[in-house]
């Protein structure tokens, strides 16, 4: 028996998905021992295990929290493998294992070959991989053959795939995500009212506040914060009117990205592409009315699924199940291939 599973390992989470589209996420967070060096680190947990440990080992032990997958990256080889075992381990799978892995549009060939050796020492008998935005396409329910854009707004950058008349015509990466608007509401924090806040204190702010179009009730949350010249903790309270057009220069980016890759379109699929717009994806895109703005601004169709988080891990596990098992295929991309193993798995 094979156990087909589809593996979103990024920034800030890693998300792995069954063929039956059942979620299993975690931090993609390690925590280590401070002193360890970096070429043997001993690590003391992994994913919502390094979290609730406070920073600290059983005894007490400081350590330091580490995300091993930055910027399209694998920085830390050892980490990442660990956090790979963890994931592929909770879902308690049979003797073998055929993954499809999302990548960053611009994965360069030698990252994707360890990225299949880790995947290989954590027990995977087969590893392919595809391009993260056109994972979230099909994970968002839509077909690959179809004649649309993919925006896949992740933690820390944005991916874009152009498909038309059963091809990808291309994918593309730009450094603009969802911590970006948390930094946008750190920042702005620090500018009113001269007080610090945490990354996640911010990201709570953004989720039950942040918006970038009307129709978001007016809300408040309590936060604590230190102040800057003194270090005293500080309570406060926002609202949502307090942090109206905190949002503008990153979505203004993300805007960008977006226009340069509709630029690349080639003429004869403009018409095409443009009826059915852009399927947004990825935790980025949960920003209350990000979707409406991008309509209003683009002039296209925006569509923005329910569990537009989980996009590109069901994406990637219903890829798997495209896949014939008689097809041998191992430690390759497959991204260009997917309009065609779609087809195929209809007949």
Not at 111 to 135: C, D, I, N
Not at 137 to 153: D, E, Q, R
Not at 208 to 215: F, I, M, R
Not at 221 to 231: A, F, K, R
């Amino acid at each position: 028996m094979v156990t087909k599973i589809g593996l979103d390992l990024g920034y800030a989470n890693i998300t792995l998905s069954d063929v039956t589209a059942e979620i299993y996420r975690e931090p993609s967070i390690a925590l280590v021992y401070k002193d360890a060096p970096t070429d043997a680190r001993r690590i003391i947990s992994v994913g919502n295990d390094a979290v609730a440990a406070g920073g600290t080992d059983a005894a007490g032990v400081p350590g330091m929290l580490i995300r091993p997958f930055k910027n399209g990256i694998l920085f830390d080889h050892q980490l990442t493998k660990e956090i790979i075992s963890n994931a592929i381990s909770a879902v308690k799978p049979a003797d073998k294992i055929r993954c499809v892995v999302g990548v960053p549009s611009d994965f360069l060939p030698k990252q994707e070959k360890e990225l299949f050796g880790m995947l290989e020492a954590a027990g995977v008998t087969t590893s392919l991989s595809v391009a993260r935005p056109v994972a979230a396409l099909v994970g968002a329910g839509y077909s690959p053959t179809m004649s649309v854009i993919s925006v896949n707004v992740g933690a820390q950058c944005t991916e874009i795939a152009v498909l038309h008349g059963g091809e990808v015509l291309f994918t593309a990466r730009e450094n603009i995500g969802g911590e970006d608007f948390d930094r946008a509401v750190q920042r702005y924090v620090l500018e009113q009212g001269d007080v610090n806040i945490s990354l996640i204190v911010a990201r709570a702010i953004k989720e039950k506040l942040g918006a970038v179009w009307k129709g978001r009730a007016n809300e408040s949350i309590d936060i604590e914060g230190t102040l800057s010249l003194t270090g005293n903790r500080l309570k406060m309270n926002v609202t949502t009117e307090d942090i109206v057009g905190v949002f503008e220069e990153p979505v203004h980016t993300l805007m960008l990205a977006v226009v340069a890759a509709v630029k690349r379109i080639p003429t004869d699929a403009v018409k095409d592409v443009f009826e059915n717009g852009i399927v947004l994806t990825g935790g980025g895109a949960e920003l209350f009315g990000l979707e409406c703005l991008m309509e209003k601004v683009l002039g296209i169709p925006i569509v923005k699924p329910q569990g537009a988080i989980d996009c590109v891990a069901k994406g990637l596990s219903r890829i798997n199940g495209f896949i014939p098992m008689k097809q041998r295929v191992n430690n390759k991309n497959i991204t260009s291939l997917v309009p065609k193993l779609y087809e195929q798995s209809k007949g």
